[in-house]
Nanobody, 128 residues
Framework: QVQLVESGGGLVQAGGSLRLSCVVS????????MGWFRQAPEKEREFVAA????????RYADAVKGRFLISRDNAKNTLYLQMNSLKPEDTAVYYC?????????????????????WGQGTQVTVSL
């Protein structure tokens, strides 16, 4: 069983920064690709970023490219999302997810169905 717990969300002004963390229990963390998704009110959950098992490969949604950075620390079983230059349209619940079937990123990284474990989410609110 794999459990994911996000933290680090909050209220921030536009232009500010936040760092989200996701602690993963279970022994599979270091061997699986991980991702961040987000869901705004009345919208579909959408892909934000993904990272391979080693951290050597990353993928980003166009909307966050150049502003967000995904990283991981396998020794701490922790996934991170550094969010800079935040905009009001970044307001959403952010979820981390584990793809225990694949260690690498690829076209599958963008799909919710590729991930088999999810956290409970952390709210990020960006004000003007």
């Amino acid at each position: 069983q794999v459990q994911l717990v996000e933290s680090g969300g909050g209220l921030v002004q536009a232009g500010g920064s936040l760092r989200l963390s996701c602690v993963v229990s279970g022994r599979t963390f270091s061997s699986c690709a991980m991702g961040w998704f987000r869901q705004a009110p009345e919208k579909e959950r959408e892909f934000v970023a993904a990272i391979s098992w080693s951290g050597g490969s990353t993928r980003y949604a166009d909307a966050v490219k150049g502003r967000f950075l995904i990283s991981r620390d396998n020794a701490k079983n922790t996934l991170y999302l550094q969010m800079n230059s935040l905009k009001p349209e970044d307001t959403a619940v952010y979820y981390c997810a584990a793809d225990t079937r694949r260690p690498y990123t690829g076209p599958n990284s963008y799909a919710r169905s590729s991930y088999d474990y999810w956290g409970q989410g952390t709210q990020v609110t960006v004000s003007l």
